[in-house]
């Protein structure tokens, strides 16, 4: 007993007097066990991604391995099977090395498993945790909750601007498969951007039939930026009607044809300098209504950049010239 307390009071001691903080800044709930810094840079672009891994490995086998320079590799975050345990290795604000050419914009999350035995490993403990994580990572920077469903198949590597929160697997240039066909994605989707609690809990306006303006010729852009053929005029027409129906179809949404509080958040679509498309045109057709001035040319550069965090200051959102959900709500008000 005495020496059960002698060692307490020592680690209490050094807790105290040596270590660094055990608390993450950036995630409150996750411990703070860095990774050696020879594993990872700074950052040179805006976090807009998330990336789900799996280790290949065990949870502190993968801790230490990113603690050792031989490694060459590391994630922001790894999260344990058994109980749902986050460790932060990678501070958001650093590069994280995780996942190729897309590690720039992109915080790294590693679960603790092998891709072949999904059904041990992958936990509802872990599942809730990484969920609970993803959001915090998305809802700080005001990005819309854009999670890979797994449609197109595990493999599938969709469109950046489409999703994202995305498999290591499902970035361009990888070699790499994990989370593996194991991984359940539309669980995943509704942990992060469900109905239930922790979603974002904005008022979109409701546009339906009938219905004319701006806000209509956003969704129709939006539409075509998702692959519905349909012609841009403002007006909602049968024509939008039907590819609402379609869209909310292919979305688990309820067919009404109706765009609301549940169609406007998976309608909208990240939105960044360097974008091109309809998506970028119903941004700076947005924008000029506010009288930006802008070309509404579908190439998002400088002015339009400019445009949109001169229209985030005017709405008291952070200026990062990121068309997220936020600004997108604030947009087609
Ligand atoms: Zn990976």
Redesign the pocket.
């Known amino acids: 007993m005495k020496t059960i307390f002698r060692g307490l009071l020592a680690s209490l001691c050094l807790a105290a007097s040596v270590q660094p903080a055990l608390a993450s800044t950036d995630y409150p709930p996750a411990i703070w066990n860095p990774a050696a810094s020879c594993n990872y840079s700074a950052r040179t672009a805006a976090v807009s991604h998330v ?1 789900v ?2 280790t290949q490995g065990s949870y502190a086998g993968s801790i230490s391995w990113f603690q050792n320079c031989s490694a060459g590799v590391s994630a922001h975050y790894v999260i344990r099977s058994s109980d749902g345990q986050v460790t932060q290795m990678v501070r958001e604000a650093d590069k994280a090395w ?2 190729g050419t897309s590690n720039g914009y992109t915080v790294g999350i ?1 679960h603790e498993g092998y891709i072949n035995d999904p059904g041990t490993w992958y936990t509802s403990a872990m599942y809730n945790a990484s969920a609970a994580l993803t959001r915090d990572i998305l809802a700080s920077r005001s990005l819309s909750q854009k999670v890979y469903d797994g449609g197109a198949g595990w493999n599938a590597v969709p469109s950046d601007s489409l999703y994202n929160v995305k498999g ?1 697997v499902n970035y361009a240039n990888q070699s ?1 498969t ?1 989370p593996g066909s194991g991984w359940d994605w539309p669980r995943y989707k509704s942990l992060v951007a469900g109905s239930g609690s922790g979603g974002t809990s904005m008022t979109w306006p409701l546009v339906q039939y009938g219905n004319t303006g701006e806000r209509v010729r956003s969704i129709q852009y939006l539409l075509q930026q998702w692959g519905y053929t349909l012609t841009v005029n403002a007006s909602f027409d049968t024509a939008t009607q039907t590819a609402v129906k379609n869209f909310q179809s292919s979305h688990g949404l309820g067919a009404d044809g109706i765009v609301g509080n549940a169609t406007w958040p998976a309608l909208t679509i990240l939105t960044q300098q360097g974008d091109s498309g309809a998506k970028v045109r119903a941004v700076q057709s947005q924008l000029n209504e506010s009288g930006a001035g802008i070309a509404v040319d579908g190439a998002f550069g400088p002015a339009t950049a400019t445009a949109v965090k001169n229209f985030q200051t005017s709405k008291g959102l952070g200026a990062d010239g990121i068309v997220g959900d936020n600004t997108w709500n604030k947009m087609v008000w």
Request: net charge negative; proline share 0%.
């Open positions: 990336t891994h799996t995780h996942v590693e290591h790499h994990d």
